[in-house]
């Protein structure tokens, strides 16, 4: 069982382009050739919270609870190793996404069971803007249908920051 499985260090809830079938799912790909993940789950969260797209698409979980929807995700058993690069696509020392706690629903035929994990939420620094510019709408799961227009990182302009990118995004009308 993956719970008892001393080389995972973490649960990851993951709601964007680290599901399958989207852009960075090549990196759970590679964590799961190495050891380093594995799926456990079809799962969504047991608070309501907000899910938007920003700038390219980018999908970005707001800590805002009560708000938005029930958000549908997959869970990962993740090593350190694992969790470290999946830090660094995330941006969390660079204040792009926060890696915070989070009550999830495993969803299957049989029931379902309630767990804590971590996400990667919007950097609060900007995740009220981000929740205003979109309107106070966000959607339950991240499809093709939101992720239509999502622009892969090295696509974007260079000579701006991703912070700055953001605050660009949320400061156009």
Request: neutral net charge; glycine residues 10%.
């Amino acid at each position: 069982m993956v719970a008892e499985d001393d080389r995972f260090h973490s649960f990851i809830f993951t709601y964007g382009t680290l599901k399958r079938g989207f852009s960075n799912h090549a990196l759970i790909q590679d964590l799961a050739a190495t050891g380093d993940a594995v799926f456990v789950a079809a799962c969504r969260t047991t608070a309501t919270l907000p899910l938007v797209c920003g700038p390219y698409r980018v999908p970005f979980l707001l800590n805002l609870p009560g708000s938005g929807h029930r958000v549908s995700g997959e869970l990962y058993a993740v090593s350190a190793r694992g969790l470290d690069r999946m830090d660094e696509l995330e941006g969390t020392t660079r204040g792009h996404y926060e890696r915070l706690p989070i009550e999830i629903e495993e969803v299957d035929g049989c029931g379902s069971r309630r767990r804590w994990a971590e996400a990667y939420f919007a950097h609060n620094g900007y995740a009220a803007e981000l929740w205003r510019k979109s309107g106070e709408r966000g959607f339950s799961s991240y499809s093709e249908k939101e992720a239509a227009g999502y622009v892969k990182r090295k696509d974007r302009p260079q000579n701006l920051s991703f912070l700055e990118q953001i605050r660009l995004y949320v400061e156009s009308s």
